[in-house]
């Protein structure tokens, strides 16, 4: 069964410190994998995509990595603001265009 | 780029009415548009998948009756939820495949539906 899992679930920082959130996936094969922030009460917005033989990403303050070897991927969010809370969700596109969703997490960055 | 809008994205109605959601893609074309629905604190729930001119296919479990959809058109999505009830109540995402970007789905806004 495709599956994407998560974790922490929650997590809550400092502001401008860096956090790495973690995603495990067993969805095979598969065409790419996505980071998408999504803010409360709104939807979600891209912030990585990488294909199966793509092993890091960035996006400003965000770099995305993935190991196709271990099925994990990893994002990384670098001296982290307010505006960075929000729920992070990790999404893995099998063949097909068929999202499979991680549960997301949820972060909470303090002043 | 890869704009996707959705209207309303509010509504508040009466249980037993009938609520219809826009989803456009505005500046890129959508062979292919989604509709999830997602509750608080969950992860997105794929309802059903639209294909312009097509029937809409729709996930085990979710009525195809009570959420109508169509794709008239390359840029336009409509779900409608028949017959509201407050169980209905959810925050509804579309998304729309840009076939010129390798598939990437980029997603609306979301629209908060609460059923009275």
């Known amino acids: 069964k495709n599956q994407v899992e998560q974790s922490p679930q929650s997590l809550i920082i400092l502001e401008g410190k860096n956090c790495t959130l973690q995603?495990?996936?067993?969805?095979?094969?598969?065409?790419?994998l996505r980071w998408y922030k999504q803010d409360t009460g709104r939807g979600p917005v891209s912030l990585t995509i990488?294909?199966?033989?793509?092993n890091t990403k960035s996006n400003g303050r965000y770099t995305a990595t993935l190991d196709a070897d271990t099925k994990q991927s990893s994002l990384h969010i670098t001296a982290s603001q307010l505006s960075d809370s929000a729920s992070y969700i990790c999404v893995v596109t099998p063949y097909g265009n068929k999202l499979v969703f991680g549960a997301g997490t949820i972060l909470r960055v303090k002043s | 780029g890869a704009v996707v809008s959705q209207h309303p994205s509010r509504v508040i109605c009466k249980s037993g009415t009938s609520v219809k959601i826009e989803c456009r893609s505005l500046?890129?074309?959508?062979?292919?548009m989604f509709w999830y629905r997602q509750f608080p604190k969950q992860s997105l729930m794929l309802m059903a998948t639209s294909n312009e001119g097509s029937k809409a296919t729709y996930e085990q479990g979710v009525e195809k009756d009570k959420f109508l959809i169509n794709h008239a058109s390359l840029t336009l999505s409509t779900l409608t939820v028949t017959s509201a009830h407050p169980e209905d109540s959810s925050f509804y995402i579309c998304?729309?495949?840009?076939?010129?970007?390798?598939?990437?789905?980029?997603f609306g806004p979301g629209t908060r539906l609460t059923v009275l």
């Open positions: 500046d890129f074309q959508a062979t292919t």
């Open positions: 995603c495990n996936y067993t969805v095979s094969p598969f065409s790419n």
């Open positions: 998304s729309a495949d840009d076939r010129d970007r390798y598939n990437e789905q980029f």
């Open positions: 990488m294909t199966f033989s793509e």
